[in-house]
């Protein structure tokens, strides 16, 4: 199995930065592409950013402000978000994906971690 475990939210004022993290553990051979989606009341669940092999893709909206990384030897994403916005409270969620040890891939999404931005 992989569990995947988020930290790193909370409650900051406007202008402020949060750094999301999002461990994966289990039976891992190789992780694939990581992501950070979020959701706010009443809408959809929507891209934050993703990293596939290097490459990097952000919503517009946080381009600039949001900067994913990974540190593959800790099976850990990262989400640094700065200057913060109201429009950016959310539950976020990473997402990981990869190959098991024992070989079938795997897609899993974290529990959610809740940001939100007072104006």
């Known amino acids: 199995q992989v569990h995947l475990v988020e930290s790193g939210g909370g409650l900051v004022q406007a202008g402020g930065s949060l750094r999301l993290s999002c461990a994966a553990s289990?039976?891992?051979?190789?992780?694939?592409?990581m992501g950070w989606y979020r959701q706010a009341p009443g809408k959809q669940r929507e891209l934050v950013a993703t990293?596939?092999?290097?490459?990097?893709n952000y919503a517009g909206s946080v381009k600039g402000r949001f900067t994913i990384s990974r540190d593959n030897a800790k099976s850990t994403v990262y989400l640094q978000m700065n200057s913060l916005k109201p429009e950016d409270t959310a539950v976020y969620y990473c997402r990981i994906n990869g190959i098991t040890t024992w070989g079938p891939q795997f897609d899993y999404w974290g529990q959610g971690t809740q940001v939100t931005v007072s104006s």
């Open positions: 289990g039976s891992i051979s190789r992780l694939s592409d």
């Open positions: 990293e596939s092999t290097g490459a990097t």
